[in-house]
C-alpha cells in the first residue's frame, strides 16, 4: 500500500483521521499513528500556543511514528485569528510531519507568508475542500496535498451537495499534487473504492470515532453501532451558505431544536446556546446523545462494532486488497468470457 501519500507523509497505510473537536487527542493519534496510518491532533482542543507545544510534545512521547495537526481555519469567537497564526508557528517550530488546514485557505486566512513558513519548516500541509474550485486554488498557493469531502461527510460539507464519488475523480483530473478521499469512508471497500477512483489515500473520522481508544462514554460507542447511514442531516445553512458550508450531524433533539429556531428566523444568538462546542464536549463524556449536535457523517451506517484502531488498520487492509483483487479476477474473468464469446 505504498501511495503519494505515504510517501509525503512517511506513514505505512494511506489512511489519515480527520480533525475532531475534543476527541483527537495526544493518546488517539498516537494510537492511530502507532498503527500505521496518520493520527491527528486537533489544535482546537487547545486555547494557548503553549498549551498546543505541550500537546505535540505529549503525542511524541507515546508514538514515533508521524501524525497530522488540524487547523480549522473558520470564525471562531474561541479561537480568533490571531491565535490559528501561532498554533500555525508552533507546528513549524516543533516541526511536526504535516498540517491539515480544514476552513479558509491559509494564505487569505492567515497571511501569504504562512505556506512559505511551513515549507522552510519542512512541514508539508494539506487542505481540505469540498469543491474542484478549492482544490485548484490550493494546489496553486503551493499546498502539498489536497483533501476532497463529499457532502456524505460529518462536520462542515460544502453547500453544494456532491458526493464523494463524484468529486474524488474531478479532482484527481484537476490537480497534480496527492489527492485524499473523505466522506463515506469507512471500511477496506472504502479504500478500494477511493484508490480506484484515482486518490491517494483516505481520510476518515466517525470510524475513529468509534474505535476503542477514543476516550468517549461508551453509551456513545453504542450510538455509533445503532445509528444507519439516514441518521444524519444537514443543518445550519441559514448561518453557514454564506461561507459556502453547513453542518451534518447526527439527527437528534438538539438537531431538531435547531431547525425550528432556523425555520423561525433565529439568529446567531438564538442558536448559539443549542449549538456551543461546549454541549458537544460535554456530551462526549456524559453520553446523551441527544443533548448536543454532534457532527458524525454518513459513514455512521457502516460502523459495525468498537474495534481497537489496530484491528480496525489490519483488517482495512486485507479487506481492501481482497476487494480490488476481487475486482481485477471479475474484469479479467468477463474479459476472457466476451473474448471466447466472440469468436466462437
Ligand atoms: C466528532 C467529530 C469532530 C469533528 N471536528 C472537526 C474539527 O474540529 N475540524 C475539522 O476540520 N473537521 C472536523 N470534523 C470533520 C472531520 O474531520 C471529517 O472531515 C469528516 O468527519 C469526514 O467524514 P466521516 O466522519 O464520515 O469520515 C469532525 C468530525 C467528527 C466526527
Not at 149 to 162: L, R, S
Request: hydrophobic share 45%.
Amino acid at each position: 500500500m505504498k501511495t503519494r501519500m505515504t510517501d509525503l507523509f512517511g506513514c505505512r497505510y494511506p489512511i489519515q483521521c480527520g480533525g475532531m473537536l475534543w476527541i483527537a487527542k495526544p493518546s488517539l493519534a498516537a494510537a492511530i499513528s502507532n498503527a500505521g496510518a496518520l493520527g491527528n491532533l486537533t489544535s482546537g482542543n487547545y486555547n494557548s500556543a503553549d498549551e498546543l507545544r505541550t500537546a505535540i510534545d505529549e503525542t511524541r512521547q507515546l508514538t514515533r511514528a508521524p501524525f497530522i495537526v488540524n487547523i480549522t481555519t473558520m470564525p471562531s469567537i474561541r479561537l480568533p485569528v490571531e491565535l490559528l497564526q501561532d498554533f500555525f508557528r508552533v507546528c513549524c517550530e516543533k516541526e511536526v510531519t504535516a498540517l491539515e488546514i480544514a476552513g479558509a485557505p491559509v494564505d487569505r486566512f492567515l497571511g501569504p507568508e504562512f505556506i512559505p513558513m511551513a515549507k522552510e519548516a519542512g512541514v508539508k500541509v494539506l487542505h481540505k475542500v469540498g469543491t474542484v474550485k478549492h482544490a485548484v486554488h490550493a494546489q496553486k498557493v503551493g499546498y502539498d496535498a489536497v483533501t476532497i469531502a463529499g457532502f456524505e461527510e460529518g462536520g462542515f460539507p460544502h453547500k453544494d451537495n456532491v458526493s464523494t464519488l463524484v468529486l474524488v475523480p474531478r479532482v484527481v483530473s484537476e490537480v497534480d499534487i496527492p489527492v485524499l478521499a473523505a466522506g463515506g469512508m469507512a471500511n477496506g471497500r472504502s479504500l478500494a473504492a477511493a484508490l480506484s477512483l484515482g486518490a491517494d489515500g483516505i481520510m476518515m473520522a466517525t470510524r475513529f470515532l468509534a474505535t476503542r481508544e477514543s476516550e468517549v462514554h461508551p453509551n456513545i460507542h453504542k450510538v455509533l453501532v445503532d445509528k444507519k447511514e439516514y441518521d444524519t442531516s444537514l443543518n445550519l445553512q441559514s448561518l453557514l451558505s454564506a461561507f459556502g458550508l453547513q453542518v451534518r450531524a447526527l439527527s437528534n433533539t438538539i438537531m431538531k431544536q435547531v431547525a425550528d429556531v432556523e425555520h423561525a428566523g433565529g439568529d446567531l444568538t438564538d442558536l448559539l446556546p443549542l449549538i456551543s462546542g461546549e454541549r458537544a464536549k460535554a456530551v462526549w463524556k456524559e453520553g446523551n446523545a441527544e443533548e448536543a449536535m454532534l457532527t458524525i457523517g454518513q459513514s455512521v451506517g457502516l460502523v459495525e462494532d468498537i474495534p481497537t484502531v489496530g484491528e480496525l488498520m489490519e483488517r482495512m487492509i486485507a479487506e481492501a486488497r481482497e476487494s480490488l483483487d476481487l475486482a481485477r479476477g471479475l474484469l479479467s474473468e468477463n474479459e476472457g468470457a466476451w473474448q471466447q464469446k466472440s469468436s466462437a
